[in-house]
Nanobody, 125 residues
Framework: QVQLVESGGGLVQAGASLRLSCAAS????????MAWFRQAPGKERELVAG?????????YYADVVKGRVTISRDYAQNTVYLQMNSLKPEDTAVYYC?????????????????WGQGTQVTVSS
């Protein structure tokens, strides 16, 4: 059974940094793409960043966060990270970790098969 457990969210001021973590278990972690989505109140869930396996080497960032976030994965720890810098109030959302059975990064919510419970990020102005 695949499990994804996020951590690292919190309340910060604008301009601060946070690092989110997602611990994965239940599948051969290194084979599958991982992604971070976010969902703000009243808005649809959107893809923030994605990363494929080491063999694929593909990374994606949404335009709204490009240059401010970095996605990475630690294969020894079965963990994927999202380092977020220069946070803005509009980054406030619940952040979700997800993985897909596709071999490449997918861009739609419905193309992801497993989800974590989410971690709240709140950025005050």
């Amino acid at each position: 059974q695949v499990q994804l457990v996020e951590s690292g969210g919190g309340l910060v001021q604008a301009g601060a940094s946070l690092r989110l973590s997602c611990a994965a278990s239940g599948r051969t972690f290194r084979w599958w793409p991982m992604a971070w989505f976010r969902q703000a109140p009243g808005k649809e869930r959107e893809l923030v960043a994605g990363i494929t396996s080491s063999g694929g080497g593909e990374i994606y960032y949404a335009d709204v966060v490009k240059g401010r976030v970095t996605i990475s994965r630690d294969y020894a720890q079965n963990t994927v990270y999202l380092q977020m810098n220069s946070l803005k109030p509009e980054d406030t959302a619940v952040y979700y970790c997800a993985t897909t059975n596709y071999v490449s990064i997918r861009y739609k919510v419905e193309e992801y098969d497993y989800w974590g419970q989410g971690t709240q990020v709140t950025v005050s102005s």
